[in-house]
T-cell receptor, first 112, second 113 residues
Framework: DAGITQSPRHKVTETGTPVTLRCHQT?????MYWYRQDPGHGLRLIHY???????DKGEVSDGYSVSRSKTEDFLLTLESATSSQTSVYFC???????????FGSGTRLTVV | DQQVKQNSPSLSVQEGRISILNCDYT??????FLWYKKYPAEGPTFLIS?????DKNEDGRFTVFLNKSAKHLSLHIVPSQPGDSAVYFC????????????FGKGTKLSVKP
């Protein structure tokens, strides 16, 4: 979607390796979110950020860390990738109000 | 425990007929509800929303109904079109939750020509 991009779009990595996914926005939104989508689970919140260097955990944060050193970038790191982290990862941006947010196109990560 | 439930994983409807997608929630603090539509290999896109102070919101072919006493909402698509075939996610948020959305598991809608 215009204003939010995720990279890479696809990645295959080996078990035990660290992986970093990037989310970049040009909308100057304060809030950024990382979700994962899995069959039978829908979309689950991993971490979110409410400002530069301000982050908090979501529902499924174990095994993940995030960083936000500037407004436009929100990084998701899998510290030591496991097969259970094979998923599609979506970044989203929002105003922090109730009014929903805009999603990126996703990163398909496969851990072998 | 799931706070937002979409109990039908899939729904098949004939083109031109009505599609009704259902969603239930358990958290009485939720005061804003949204529907997102997702095509394969794309991110979810916002479709329609409703505040808890309303019981109906309409946007073209899409209408969302909210029954607060039953903690139930539904999305009606009339008439359904083949391009509506997608996965639909119901989501909810509560004031003060910093915009965090809680999603259901999704319902895959197939509209057949």
């Amino acid at each position: 979607d215009a204003g939010i991009t995720q990279s890479p779009r696809h990645k295959v990595t080996e078990t035990g390796t660290p992986v970093t996914l990037r989310c970049h926005q040009t909308e100057n939104h304060r809030y950024m979110y990382w979700y994962r989508q899995d069959p039978g689970h829908g979309l689950r919140l991993i971490h979110y950020s409410y400002g530069v260097k301000d982050t908090d955990k979501g529902e499924v944060s174990d095994g993940y860390s995030v960083s936000r050193s500037k407004t436009e970038d929100f990084l998701l790191t899998l510290e030591s990738a496991t097969s259970s982290q094979t998923s599609v990862y979506f970044c989203a941006i929002g105003s922090g109000s109730n009014y929903g947010y805009t999603f990126g196109s996703g990163t398909r990560l496969t851990v072998v | 425990d799931q706070q937002v439930k979409q109990n039908s994983p899939s729904l098949s409807v004939q083109e031109g007929r009505i599609s009704i997608l259902n969603c239930d929630y358990t958290n009485s603090m939720f005061d804003y509800f949204l529907w997102y539509k997702k095509y394969p290999a794309e991110g979810p896109t916002f479709l329609i929303s409703i505040s808890s102070i309303k019981d109906k919101n309409e946007d073209g072919r899409f209408t969302v109904f909210l029954n607060k006493s039953a903690k139930h909402l539904s999305l009606h698509i009339v008439p359904s079109q083949p391009g509506d075939s997608a996965v639909y996610f119901c989501a909810a948020s509560a004031t003060g939750s910093q915009g965090n959305l809680i999603f259901g598991k999704g319902t895959k809608l197939s509209v057949k020509p």
